[in-house]
Nanobody
């Protein structure tokens, strides 16, 4: 089992960059694939990016609104997964959640992740 704790969110201006973190507690973190999802006010939670347990494979949302601006990476020595977000717009305003599932794979489906953090709020001003 793993527990997840996101941090690094905040209020940023339009066009800014931000890097948020997800720290995991528990053993064998490298055996867990991790993903970032986000949920904007009044909308469903959506997939952003995922990374396999070893970090060898990554996968990103194919939505035009996110393409090419986000980078997911992990440091298993620190039990941490990061999401770098560039050129942010107000449409990126959401609560960002990290989620984990046991397996060295990257999955995009919300229901495949049994472990979730509490989320970190990212607000991009116009």
């Amino acid at each position: 089992q793993v527990q997840l704790d996101e941090s690094g969110g905040g209020l940023v201006p339009n066009g800014a960059s931000l890097k948020i973190s997800c720290v995991a507690s528990g053993r064998a973190f490298g055996h867990y694939g991790v993903a970032w999802f986000r949920q904007a006010p009044g909308k469903e939670r959506e997939f952003v990016a995922a990374v396999s347990g070893t970090g060898q494979f990554t996968y990103y949302s194919d939505l035009d609104s996110m393409k090419g601006r986000f980078t997911i990476e992990r440091d298993n020595h620190k039990n941490t997964v990061y999401l770098q977000m560039n050129s942010q717009t107000p449409k990126d305003t959401a609560v960002y959640y990290c989620a984990a599932q046991r397996g060295d794979t990257y999955l995009t489906t919300l229901s495949r992740y049994p472990y979730w953090g509490q989320g970190t709020q990212v607000t991009v001003s116009s």
